[in-house]
């Protein structure tokens, strides 16, 4: 019975086949879904912000970036910025700010960590997960 037959190859493909199959289908449910496992590993909040903005949008660099983020405490987090379509957005390490440039109305959005996670920013955290 050791003899090669071609309906035993063509099974032990479709078994091959299967279990791709389902383990691709599981995984593409779990990230589908993976939010609403754990939906108090995070907490958002937003706010109204109003910033005096330069009127030459070439004043807006580095330095006055970082003039910005002092007001918010958030100078040591920075990340960068850049301006699109009149708007100007800050990034920041778990902050956002969009200033409307010729406005200067935006909104600040924040996430933070709660729970059993660690809040702050001196951890080894990847994901909310404590090393």
């Given at each position: 019975?050791?003899?090669?037959?071609?309906?035993?190859?063509?099974?032990?493909?479709?078994?091959?086949?299967?279990?791709?199959?389902?383990?691709?289908?599981?995984?593409?449910?779990?990230?589908?879904?993976?939010?609403?496992?754990?939906?108090?590993?995070?907490?958002?909040?937003?706010?109204?912000?109003?910033?005096?903005?330069p009127k030459d949008?070439?004043?807006?660099?580095?330095?006055?970036?970082?003039t910005i983020s002092?007001?918010?405490?958030?100078?040591?987090?920075?990340?960068?910025?850049?301006?699109?379509?009149?708007?100007?957005?800050?990034?920041?390490?778990?902050?956002?700010?969009?200033?409307?440039?010729?406005?200067?109305?935006?909104?600040?959005?924040?996430?933070?960590?709660?729970?059993?996670?660690?809040?702050?920013?001196?951890?080894?955290?990847?994901?909310?997960?404590?090393?």
């Amino acid at each position: 019975m050791s003899s090669f037959e071609p309906r035993n190859l063509h099974r032990d493909i479709a078994y091959f086949y299967v279990g791709l199959i389902i383990s691709f289908s599981l995984s593409g449910i779990f990230l589908n879904h993976r939010k609403y496992w754990h939906p108090a590993r995070y907490t958002y909040k937003s706010e109204q912000v109003n910033l005096e903005l330069p009127k030459d949008i070439k004043k807006i660099d580095d330095k006055f970036i970082k003039t910005i983020s002092k007001q918010f405490n958030l100078e040591d987090k920075l990340k960068g910025f850049r301006i699109e379509k009149e708007e100007l957005k800050i990034t920041y390490q778990d902050d956002r700010i969009e200033v409307n440039v010729n406005t200067g109305k935006g909104k600040k959005e924040s996430y933070l960590l709660f729970g059993y996670f660690w809040i702050g920013n001196d951890c080894n955290c990847i994901d909310g997960y404590v090393d």
